[in-house]
Protein backbone atom coordinates (compact mmCIF):
# COMPACT_ATOMS: atom_id res chain seq x y z
CA UNK A 1 0.00 0.00 0.00
CA UNK A 2 1.89 3.18 -1.32
CA UNK A 3 1.46 6.04 1.39
CA UNK A 4 2.78 9.92 1.55
CA UNK A 5 3.33 11.73 4.47
CA UNK A 6 3.88 15.13 4.28
CA UNK A 7 6.44 17.07 7.24
CA UNK A 8 7.79 20.55 8.19
CA UNK A 9 7.39 23.43 9.99
CA UNK A 10 3.79 24.86 10.54
CA UNK A 11 4.64 28.41 11.03
CA UNK A 12 6.71 30.58 8.91
CA UNK A 13 7.54 34.30 9.39
CA UNK A 14 6.60 36.61 6.24
CA UNK A 15 9.51 36.70 3.64
CA UNK A 16 11.00 33.84 4.75
CA UNK A 17 11.28 30.19 3.50
CA UNK A 18 8.49 27.47 3.67
CA UNK A 19 10.23 23.93 3.48
CA UNK A 20 8.15 20.54 3.20
CA UNK A 21 8.92 16.88 2.94
CA UNK A 22 6.84 13.99 1.57
CA UNK A 23 8.00 10.21 2.79
CA UNK A 24 7.41 7.92 0.56
CA UNK A 25 6.62 4.32 1.63
CA UNK A 26 5.83 1.24 -0.16
CA UNK A 27 6.84 2.85 -3.56
CA UNK A 28 10.10 4.08 -5.20
CA UNK A 29 10.47 7.98 -6.38
CA UNK A 30 12.72 6.59 -8.52
CA UNK A 31 9.45 4.92 -10.02
CA UNK A 32 9.74 5.88 -13.84
CA UNK A 33 5.74 5.54 -14.26
CA UNK A 34 5.04 8.71 -11.92
CA UNK A 35 5.84 12.44 -11.45
CA UNK A 36 5.57 13.48 -7.75
CA UNK A 37 3.37 16.38 -6.63
CA UNK A 38 2.69 19.36 -4.37
CA UNK A 39 -0.57 20.91 -4.10
CA UNK A 40 -2.04 23.94 -1.95
CA UNK A 41 -5.41 24.76 -0.83
CA UNK A 42 -5.92 27.56 1.33
CA UNK A 43 -8.34 28.03 4.19
CA UNK A 44 -11.65 27.33 2.58
CA UNK A 45 -10.66 28.07 -1.02
CA UNK A 46 -10.18 25.06 -3.93
CA UNK A 47 -6.69 23.33 -4.80
CA UNK A 48 -4.22 24.83 -6.64
CA UNK A 49 -1.07 22.58 -8.06
CA UNK A 50 2.51 23.68 -7.72
CA UNK A 51 4.43 21.58 -9.29
CA UNK A 52 5.77 17.80 -9.88
CA UNK A 53 9.52 16.11 -10.34
CA UNK A 54 10.55 13.13 -12.37
CA UNK A 55 12.80 10.91 -10.72
CA UNK A 56 15.88 12.42 -13.02
CA UNK A 57 15.19 15.64 -11.53
CA UNK A 58 13.47 17.09 -14.53
CA UNK A 59 10.64 19.56 -12.26
CA UNK A 60 7.54 21.64 -14.17
CA UNK A 61 6.02 24.64 -11.76
CA UNK A 62 3.04 27.11 -11.79
CA UNK A 63 3.31 30.01 -13.67
CA UNK A 64 1.28 31.89 -10.65
CA UNK A 65 3.94 31.33 -8.50
CA UNK A 66 6.43 33.68 -10.12
CA UNK A 67 9.91 30.62 -9.78
CA UNK A 68 9.09 31.05 -5.74
CA UNK A 69 8.60 27.14 -5.56
CA UNK A 70 11.77 24.80 -5.77
CA UNK A 71 11.01 20.95 -5.98
CA UNK A 72 13.82 18.26 -5.40
CA UNK A 73 13.70 14.78 -5.44
CA UNK A 74 16.26 12.61 -2.63
CA UNK A 75 16.17 8.76 -4.00
CA UNK A 76 18.45 7.66 -1.45
CA UNK A 77 15.79 8.32 1.32
CA UNK A 78 12.84 8.08 -0.57
CA UNK A 79 11.26 11.76 -0.09
CA UNK A 80 10.81 14.60 -2.33
CA UNK A 81 10.43 18.07 -0.91
CA UNK A 82 8.97 21.50 -1.39
CA UNK A 83 10.64 25.11 -1.10
CA UNK A 84 8.58 28.47 -1.37
CA UNK A 85 10.66 31.65 -0.83
CA UNK A 86 9.65 35.12 0.14
CA UNK A 87 6.18 33.63 1.65
CA UNK A 88 3.59 35.91 2.89
CA UNK A 89 -0.25 35.37 4.71
CA UNK A 90 -1.33 34.46 0.96
CA UNK A 91 0.72 31.27 0.90
CA UNK A 92 -0.72 30.12 4.09
CA UNK A 93 -2.62 27.33 3.34
CA UNK A 94 -2.79 23.03 3.43
CA UNK A 95 -0.21 21.92 1.84
CA UNK A 96 -0.42 17.94 -0.08
CA UNK A 97 2.20 15.73 -1.80
CA UNK A 98 1.17 13.30 -4.49
CA UNK A 99 1.52 10.73 -7.05
CA UNK A 100 0.75 11.46 -10.79
CA UNK A 101 0.93 8.72 -13.34
CA UNK A 102 3.06 9.62 -15.94
CA UNK A 103 1.60 10.77 -19.38
CA UNK A 104 -2.13 11.50 -17.84
CA UNK A 105 -0.78 12.97 -14.38
CA UNK A 106 -4.12 12.08 -12.68
CA UNK A 107 -2.69 11.94 -8.33
CA UNK A 108 -4.17 8.87 -7.65
CA UNK A 109 -2.49 8.52 -4.25
CA UNK A 110 -2.46 11.77 -1.81
CA UNK A 111 -1.48 12.44 1.46
CA UNK A 112 -2.96 13.59 4.49
CA UNK A 113 -1.79 17.25 4.00
CA UNK A 114 -0.05 19.71 6.75
CA UNK A 115 -0.96 23.22 7.64
CA UNK A 116 1.47 25.79 6.80
CA UNK A 117 1.18 29.14 8.01
CA UNK A 118 2.89 32.34 7.25
CA UNK A 119 2.37 34.68 10.36
CA UNK A 120 4.85 36.81 12.24
CA UNK B 1 -3.60 30.15 -19.01
CA UNK B 2 -6.64 27.94 -20.04
CA UNK B 3 -9.61 28.00 -16.93
CA UNK B 4 -11.83 25.83 -15.72
CA UNK B 5 -15.66 26.24 -15.10
CA UNK B 6 -17.55 24.38 -11.95
CA UNK B 7 -20.77 25.75 -10.91
CA UNK B 8 -20.12 26.70 -6.66
CA UNK B 9 -22.74 24.25 -5.64
CA UNK B 10 -25.45 21.58 -6.61
CA UNK B 11 -28.26 20.34 -4.30
CA UNK B 12 -29.85 16.66 -4.94
CA UNK B 13 -32.29 14.57 -2.74
CA UNK B 14 -31.39 11.54 -2.25
CA UNK B 15 -31.77 8.82 -4.60
CA UNK B 16 -31.67 11.34 -7.37
CA UNK B 17 -28.84 11.52 -10.15
CA UNK B 18 -26.22 14.42 -9.67
CA UNK B 19 -24.65 16.01 -12.62
CA UNK B 20 -21.62 18.19 -12.15
CA UNK B 21 -19.85 19.99 -14.89
CA UNK B 22 -16.80 21.22 -15.55
CA UNK B 23 -16.37 23.71 -18.60
CA UNK B 24 -13.32 24.39 -20.65
CA UNK B 25 -12.38 25.66 -24.36
CA UNK B 26 -11.86 22.34 -25.94
CA UNK B 27 -12.16 20.52 -22.91
CA UNK B 28 -13.07 17.59 -24.93
CA UNK B 29 -9.74 17.21 -25.83
CA UNK B 30 -8.34 16.70 -22.93
CA UNK B 31 -7.83 13.91 -20.36
CA UNK B 32 -10.37 15.22 -17.35
CA UNK B 33 -9.87 13.57 -13.85
CA UNK B 34 -12.27 14.27 -10.90
CA UNK B 35 -11.43 14.21 -7.29
CA UNK B 36 -13.78 13.97 -4.38
CA UNK B 37 -12.91 15.81 -0.96
CA UNK B 38 -14.64 15.77 2.26
CA UNK B 39 -14.39 17.94 5.02
CA UNK B 40 -11.12 18.12 6.86
CA UNK B 41 -9.76 15.10 4.16
CA UNK B 42 -7.38 15.02 1.57
CA UNK B 43 -8.81 14.47 -1.96
CA UNK B 44 -9.50 11.35 -3.22
CA UNK B 45 -9.51 10.19 -7.16
CA UNK B 46 -13.11 9.20 -8.56
CA UNK B 47 -12.74 9.05 -12.45
CA UNK B 48 -9.54 9.45 -14.32
CA UNK B 49 -8.70 9.86 -18.01
CA UNK B 50 -12.49 11.51 -18.66
CA UNK B 51 -14.61 7.97 -17.82
CA UNK B 52 -12.30 5.25 -16.04
CA UNK B 53 -13.31 4.49 -11.82
CA UNK B 54 -10.35 3.47 -9.65
CA UNK B 55 -10.40 0.44 -7.98
CA UNK B 56 -12.87 1.20 -5.13
CA UNK B 57 -15.10 3.58 -6.01
CA UNK B 58 -18.35 3.04 -6.87
CA UNK B 59 -20.27 2.10 -10.08
CA UNK B 60 -22.42 4.97 -9.02
CA UNK B 61 -19.70 7.16 -10.43
CA UNK B 62 -19.34 7.58 -13.77
CA UNK B 63 -17.60 10.26 -16.48
CA UNK B 64 -18.38 11.57 -19.71
CA UNK B 65 -16.21 14.44 -21.84
CA UNK B 66 -17.17 15.86 -25.13
CA UNK B 67 -17.08 19.59 -26.83
CA UNK B 68 -16.40 22.41 -24.07
CA UNK B 69 -18.08 20.82 -20.82
CA UNK B 70 -16.97 17.44 -18.93
CA UNK B 71 -19.20 15.11 -17.08
CA UNK B 72 -19.51 14.02 -13.27
CA UNK B 73 -22.51 12.00 -12.95
CA UNK B 74 -23.44 10.52 -9.14
CA UNK B 75 -26.19 7.92 -9.48
CA UNK B 76 -28.77 7.21 -6.77
CA UNK B 77 -27.13 9.88 -4.56
CA UNK B 78 -26.04 9.26 -0.79
CA UNK B 79 -26.41 11.37 1.90
CA UNK B 80 -22.31 10.25 1.70
CA UNK B 81 -21.49 11.60 -1.37
CA UNK B 82 -21.60 15.16 -0.04
CA UNK B 83 -18.36 16.91 -0.90
CA UNK B 84 -16.62 19.23 -3.02
CA UNK B 85 -15.39 17.98 -6.31
CA UNK B 86 -13.08 19.36 -8.67
CA UNK B 87 -12.48 18.58 -12.25
CA UNK B 88 -8.19 18.61 -13.54
CA UNK B 89 -6.71 18.61 -16.72
CA UNK B 90 -3.52 19.04 -17.69
CA UNK B 91 -2.29 22.00 -20.31
CA UNK B 92 0.57 22.96 -21.99
CA UNK B 93 3.10 21.26 -18.78
CA UNK B 94 0.69 22.36 -16.14
CA UNK B 95 -2.03 21.07 -14.45
CA UNK B 96 -5.17 23.11 -13.81
CA UNK B 97 -8.13 22.92 -11.21
CA UNK B 98 -11.60 23.72 -11.40
CA UNK B 99 -12.69 25.44 -8.80
CA UNK B 100 -14.87 23.09 -7.05
CA UNK B 101 -18.75 22.00 -6.32
CA UNK B 102 -20.13 21.85 -2.91
CA UNK B 103 -22.36 19.01 -3.81
CA UNK B 104 -25.35 18.80 -0.67
CA UNK B 105 -27.42 15.56 -0.84
CA UNK B 106 -31.07 16.34 0.78
Known amino acids: QVQLQESGPGLVKPSQTLSLTCTVS??????????WTWLRQPPGKGLEWIGY???????YYNPSLKSRATISVDTSKNQFSLKLTSVTAADTAVYYC????????????WGKGTTGTVSS | SYDLTQPLSLSVAPGQTATLTCGGD??????VHWYQQKPGQAPVLVIY???NRPSGIPERFSGSNSGNTATLTISRAQAGDEADYYC?????????FGGGTKLTVL
Open chain 2, 49 to 51: RDS
Open chain 1, 98 to 109: ARALLYFFYLDV
Open chain 1, 53 to 59: IYYTGSA
Open chain 1, 26 to 35: GDSVSNDNYY
Open chain 2, 88 to 96: QVGDSGTEV
Open chain 2, 26 to 31: NIGNKN
